[in-house]
């Protein structure tokens, strides 16, 4: 019943940017924690941002200053502005709702960010 749905991903130059967004349904957006996490072959995975349903987020080392969280109340969605690509960020990048009501937690199935010459 819950179903994040990712979009955004794809090939990019190394300094480019994009930006990926996830809308969340059957559940409820504003008890929800949002994230992405990203996950490359050979590399431990990676929680790159979070934001909580009053705004506030917190970013992984490696995103920091590059990479945004926002969250659109209006469309149940969060998105991930990614700027100043590096091939380092090449991973599958997957979105994560998780409600503070009833704990449960919930994954899309990944989108596909390449950042390569």
């Known amino acids: 019943q819950v179903q994040l749905v990712e979009s955004g991903g794809g090939l990019v130059l190394p300094g480019g940017s994009l930006r990926l967004s996830c809308a969340l349904s059957?559940?409820?957006?504003?008890?929800?924690?949002m994230a992405w996490y990203r996950q490359a072959p050979g590399k431990q995975g990676e929680l790159v941002a979070t934001?909580?349903?009053?705004?506030?987020?917190n970013y992984a080392d490696s995103a920091k200053g590059r990479f945004t969280i926002t969250r659109d109340n209006a469309k149940n969605s969060v998105h991930l502005q990614m700027t100043n690509l590096k091939p380092g960020d090449t991973a599958v990048y997957f979105c994560?709702?998780?409600?503070?009501?009833?704990?449960?937690?919930?994954w899309g199935r990944g989108t596909q960010v390449t950042v390569s010459s």
């Open positions: 934001t909580t349903p009053s705004g506030s987020t």
């Open positions: 059957g559940s409820t957006f504003s008890d929800s924690v």
């Open positions: 994560s709702a998780h409600n503070v009501r009833s704990n449960i937690n919930s």
